[in-house]
């Protein structure tokens, strides 16, 4: 769950670094309290103290990273996009089985919350395909902070995916990026 933890780290700084300019407000979920098996208790948690999803509005934006239990554990993640009426999921491998484990996720843990005169769409995002078997973090972080920068502070723009997958050097890159998102948001107290 440490992986998590960072994931979430990254996450939320890029929802600050976007929420710099007017709406929309960027919530980011905690993964750990979307596996609670209590619907009261995971609800309460999800919905948080903002009632982010049950008083959801168009000036808002959820990101959830989304751990699905496979043979070695994987990352996926949804954005929660209230303005375009959408939930885009995302699994950077791109396998079917994955892809339909998120969206059963989002259906059965958080559309429970949601008002459904939304009618949120579930739509798959084919973004930066994974090709090595320990990148899942990066590539939903980065997606996190490609959506809301580019989609979420230019509404108007139409949302196109990109299937080439992150070159060797692009994926360095961005680990360098998340890496600093996490420190920055770390107080370090240095010894004399």
């Known amino acids: 769950m440490k992986a ?6 990254a996450a939320t700084h890029i929802a600050v ?11 980011v979920i905690n993964p750990t309290v979307a596996q609670f098996k209590e619907d009261e208790q995971r609800n309460k948690h999800l919905d948080t103290k903002n009632f982010i999803f049950s008083r959801c509005h168009d000036g ?3 990101l959830c990273p989304i751990f699905v239990d496979t043979d070695f554990g994987h ?3 949804a954005i929660f996009d209230i303005k375009r009426r959408v939930v885009w999921v995302y699994d950077p491998f791109h396998k079917k089985q994955y892809e339909d484990e998120v969206e059963q996720k989002v259906k059965d843990v958080f559309f429970k919350l949601v008002d459904p005169a939304y009618k949120l769409q579930i739509r798959q995002f084919r973004a930066w395909l994974q090709r090595d078997g320990f990148s899942c973090g990066v590539y939903i972080a980065h997606w996190f ?8 502070l230019s509404p108007e723009a139409g949302v196109i995916t990109d299937t080439e997958p992150l070159s060797r050097s692009e994926l360095e890159k961005v680990r360098y990026k998340l ?7 770390m107080k370090v107290d240095l010894a004399d």
């Open 60 to 62: 808002l934006a959820i």
């Open 179 to 185: 890496f600093r998102y996490v420190l920055s948001g």
């Open 4 to 9: 998590g933890l960072r994931l979430v780290s």
């Open 17 to 27: 670094e976007a929420s710099r300019d007017p709406a929309p407000t960027i919530y």
């Open 75 to 77: 990352w996926c993640g």
């Open 145 to 152: 902070d490609f959506y809301t920068s580019t989609y979420l």
